[in-house]
């Protein structure tokens, strides 16, 4: 058995910027971390040789690989050629709430085959395999930032460049001052999914409109000005730059925010957070505030929500285990 575990990813800002249609005009960048919140993958291989077995929140079994219903199962191991396995996946946080699961999955899921057949890839080989996946083989709506953030891990500034290679650059500060970043970030789950498909096919189509193109412009600016901050050790200006972020994205898709999540946006601002954002395409899922920690207690109070403890991490996808093998 092999197993591997895969992390999700919180994204500050620059989200939206990942997709082709803007960055191979523009460029585009994100400031994002990976969080302790895992996709786990075990492989290993299925007691009836001639049959596949699938476990996530169905279960499949089939012999023909054709026959696979959960599409990203079907083109991968189809790609792959493996067969006469049994994989089953398992989440830390359910799919639709923002952190990238299904690229955290994606990953997971071609680095577990990739140690199965006994072959090496590195973490970026890995994620522009998941993109292409994603993207092009299977036409999804989305951009290249989940791929690499959940494979490579850490704070990084990842970049879209126009000839659609993508660069991960860490984000180097002191350990003070990481540490004060993870105090000050508060998460919590607005007990909404979302269809994040939907909302990106809505924010690719609008990209061609002047002002949504000012707006990425505008937040890829954002996203280089925290990198700037957070790597001169100045934490002053990072709610305010989360918060002119939101504002941006907001207006790129209908579906982003809607009331409810503008009045929780409205308490949380009035009430000790200086900026925030919703995690994700949008639409629900989790809330993220920058709220220094003597303030917290009053905002969490006005809120009445549920706190998503995390702490970022810096190993992106990994192996936790292998097992003897008897194949």
Not at 15 to 43: A, K, L, Q, W
Not at 56 to 66: F, K, N
Not at 108 to 134: N, P, Q, R, T, W
Not at 245 to 270: C, H, N, P, V
Request: charged share 25%; aromatic share 10%; hydrophobic share 35%.
């Amino acid at each position: 058995m092999i197993i591997t575990k895969t992390p999700f990813r919180v994204s500050f800002c620059g989200g939206g910027s990942d997709m082709p249609d803007f960055y191979r005009e523009h460029e585009g960048c994100v400031v994002s971390t990976s969080i302790n919140r895992y996709m786990y993958i075990s492989i290993h291989p299925y007691f009836d040789e001639k049959s596949t077995a699938l476990k996530y929140s169905q279960t499949e079994i089939v012999t023909d690989l054709g026959d696979i219903k959960h599409k990203i199962y079907k083109q991968v191991l189809n790609d792959m050629n493996v067969s006469g396995v049994e994989i089953t996946s398992t989440a830390d946080v359910p799919s639709g709430t923002g952190l990238g699961s299904s690229s955290s999955f994606t990953v997971g899921l071609l680095h577990s085959l990739y140690c199965y057949k006994g072959k090496y890839m590195a973490k970026d080989k890995i994620a522009a395999e998941a993109c292409d996946v994603e993207i092009n083989r299977l036409g999804n709506p989305i951009g290249k930032q989940d791929q690499y953030a959940a494979a490579c891990g850490g704070l990084n500034l990842i970049t879209f460049h126009q000839d659609d290679t993508v660069s991960v650059e860490p984000l180097i500060m002191r350990q003070e001052t990481l540490h004060a970043l993870q105090e000050n970030i508060v998460i919590y789950y607005t007990g909404l999914t979302h269809d994040a498909n939907k909302i990106l096919a809505e924010q690719k189509k609008n990209i061609a409109k002047k002002d949504k193109t000012q707006n990425l412009i505008r937040m890829c600016e954002l996203a280089r000005e925290m990198k700037k901050s957070l790597e001169s050790d100045e934490l002053s200006d990072f709610g305010e730059i989360l918060n002119e972020g939101w504002q941006k994205k907001k207006e790129l898709a209908s579906g982003i925010a809607d009331s409810r999540i503008d009045e929780i946006y409205e308490t949380a601002m009035k009430n000790g957070a200086t900026g925030g954002k919703l995690l994700g395409a949008g639409g629900g899922g989790f809330l993220l505030f920058y709220c220094e920690k003597y303030k917290q207690k009053r905002m969490e109070e006005a809120l009445g929500l549920s706190r998503f403890p995390v702490q970022f991490e810096h190993d992106g996808t990994s192996v936790v285990y292998i097992g003897d093998k008897y194949w």
